[in-house]
């Protein structure tokens, strides 16, 4: 063996090891020093150690609380948790029609948030200039800077091309194809944040696996159902994004050969009867040309026929391409969310109905179909859990070291 490896492994164990305490405080909140080692394996004696550099490296603090020791008696341990002052992490949702953006700790409480209306199909040069000043605001209602950002996620509406960051699509996102909205971000922010690009449903479904719906969950299917439907896929508790990044544009399979024509270019997409714009045709005809979105959904929860039987029918076609996708896949759950799922939808309903109809017995007894827990903040969540999981690339730069 080399000194250069010699020297090196032990590097490498030292790294692997504040990883897993630094990822085991960041998914528990706070936890005692006896806590970290039973969590991750290690002896108390490491732990201590770790714990000490991890303070002075300032990733950690020492809180002024115990917890009691319960049943099992002894000493009450002191309770650590990561240190706000370590960093904060970004995350950006684009809509087709909206702007959101979080700023969180490390702990993914969430310090301060913005919301905007806005055209974001329409101009992408807009829209991230728009993100970057909303970035500015809660960056100063939290009373940091730039400098303190570890990192920020972008979900975007539409497949992101892996090898390249950027957007794939002509026809969901046409004035940003082509474009690095990583680059375009940082440039705007005036400073190299590293920013994680990804679909939306993707997003959102880190979020209700990590905070939400399908907390536990390794085999996930999250439907994003609003202006389009997307999918997100968790296989073996990793995402599945397809080598274009499209995977999961549920919107955009066949519903019916002889539909109405997408906006995709092709005829009959699940999206042309499920989507919201032809939902709210069906329902503005009775509730005025100024119906929206979430209007409709509102109007489906407290009891209107009409909007229940719309949302109902959505639900069955959506439910006969999931049960084709679950035949595939076999999730052990689906969970619906977007403006119009969540909790006690109608569409759910309809998908249930599919769902019994169209899959296979096995599959229909081995899934759980729920709605979404977290509203419109799931892709904000998932984001947040994006980029402060990689606790690897956070301990590595603490400690002067490049992946």
């Given at each position: 063996?080399?000194?250069?490896?010699?020297?090196?492994?032990?590097?490498?164990?030292?790294?692997?090891?504040?990883?897993?305490?630094?990822?085991?405080?960041?998914?528990?909140?706070?936890?005692?020093?006896?806590?970290?080692?039973?969590?991750?394996?290690?002896?108390?004696?490491?732990?201590?150690?770790?714990?000490?550099?991890?303070?002075?490296?300032?990733?950690?603090?020492?809180?002024?609380?115990?917890?009691?020791?319960?049943?099992?008696?002894?000493?009450?341990?002191?309770?650590?948790?990561?240190?706000?002052?370590?960093?904060?992490?970004?995350?950006?949702?684009?809509?087709?029609?909206?702007?959101?953006?979080?700023?969180?700790?490390?702990?993914?409480?969430?310090?301060?948030?913005?919301?905007?209306?806005?055209?974001?199909?329409?101009?992408?040069?807009?829209?991230?200039?728009?993100?970057?000043?909303?970035?500015?605001?809660?960056?100063?209602?939290?009373?940091?800077?730039?400098?303190?950002?570890?990192?920020?996620?972008m979900?975007?509406?539409?497949?992101?091309?892996?090898?390249t960051g950027?957007?794939?699509?002509?026809?969901?996102?046409?004035?940003?194809?082509?474009?690095?909205?990583?680059?375009?971000?940082?440039?705007?922010?005036?400073?190299p944040?590293?920013?994680?690009?990804?679909?939306?449903?993707?997003?959102?479904t880190?979020?209700e696996?990590?905070?939400?719906?399908?907390?536990?969950?390794?085999?996930?299917?999250?439907?994003?159902?609003a202006?389009?439907?997307?999918?997100?896929?968790?296989?073996?508790?990793?995402?599945?994004?397809?080598?274009?990044?499209?995977?999961?544009?549920?919107?955009?399979?066949?519903?019916?050969?002889?539909?109405?024509?997408?906006?995709?270019?092709?005829?009959?997409?699940?999206?042309?009867?499920?989507?919201?714009?032809?939902?709210?045709?069906?329902?503005?005809?009775?509730?005025?040309?100024?119906?929206?979105?979430?209007?409709?959904?509102?109007?489906?929860?407290?009891?209107?026929?009409?909007?229940?039987?719309?949302?109902?029918?959505?639900?069955?076609?959506?439910?006969?391409?999931?049960?084709?996708?679950?035949?595939?896949?076999?999730?052990?759950?689906?969970?619906?969310?977007?403006?119009?799922?969540?909790?006690?939808?109608?569409l759910?309903?309809?998908?249930?109905?599919?769902?019994?109809?169209?899959?296979?017995?096995?599959?229909?007894?081995?899934?759980?179909?729920s709605?979404?827990?977290?509203?419109?903040?799931?892709?904000?969540?998932?984001?947040?859990?994006?980029?402060?999981?990689?606790?690897?690339?956070?301990?590595?730069?603490?400690?002067?070291?490049?992946?």
């Amino acid at each position: 063996m080399s000194a250069g490896r010699s020297e090196n492994a032990p590097l490498s164990t030292r790294r692997r090891n504040r990883v897993q305490v630094l990822d085991a405080l960041r998914s528990s909140g706070s936890a005692s020093r006896a806590d970290l080692a039973r969590r991750t394996g290690l002896s108390r004696s490491t732990i201590s150690g770790l714990i000490t550099e991890l303070i002075g490296d300032g990733l950690v603090v020492d809180r002024a609380e115990t917890r009691d020791p319960g049943a099992q008696g002894g000493r009450p341990g002191a309770l650590l948790s990561l240190d706000r002052s370590a960093g904060a992490a970004l995350a950006i949702d684009f809509g087709h029609t909206h702007l959101r953006v979080a700023l969180a700790d490390l702990s993914a409480e969430i310090l301060a948030e913005r919301e905007l209306k806005i055209d974001v199909d329409g101009s992408a040069s807009a829209a991230l200039d728009a993100a970057a000043e909303l970035t500015r605001e809660v960056l100063e209602e939290a009373e940091l800077t730039v400098d303190d950002l570890i990192g920020a996620a972008m979900g975007l509406p539409g497949p992101i091309d892996r090898a390249t960051g950027a957007v794939g699509s002509s026809v969901i996102l046409p004035d940003w194809v082509g474009l690095q909205p990583a680059q375009e971000f940082a440039h705007r922010l005036g400073a190299p944040v590293g920013v994680i690009v990804d679909n939306d449903a993707n997003l959102a479904t880190l979020g209700e696996a990590r905070f939400g719906a399908a907390i536990g969950a390794t085999d996930l299917v999250y439907v994003k159902v609003a202006s389009g439907i997307g999918a997100g896929i968790l296989l073996g508790g990793r995402l599945h994004r397809g080598a274009a990044g499209s995977a999961g544009e549920l919107g955009h399979v066949l519903h019916d050969a002889e539909g109405d024509i997408c906006r995709c270019g092709n005829r009959g997409c699940l999206e042309t009867v499920a989507g919201a714009a032809p939902l709210l045709r069906l329902l503005r005809h009775r509730h005025g040309p100024e119906l929206t979105t979430r209007g409709m959904a509102e109007l489906a929860m407290s009891g209107d026929v009409g909007a229940r039987r719309v949302l109902i029918d959505a639900g069955r076609a959506i439910g006969r391409s999931l049960a084709d996708l679950s035949n595939i896949l076999g999730p052990d759950q689906i969970v619906i969310g977007g403006d119009l799922g969540g909790e006690g939808s109608a569409l759910i309903d309809g998908i249930r109905e599919s769902l019994g109809r169209f899959a296979l017995p096995a599959v229909v007894g081995s899934v759980e179909l729920s709605g979404g827990q977290l509203g419109n903040r799931a892709e904000l969540l998932g984001g947040l859990s994006l980029v402060i999981g990689d606790t690897e690339r956070l301990s590595s730069s603490r400690m002067g070291v490049t992946r």
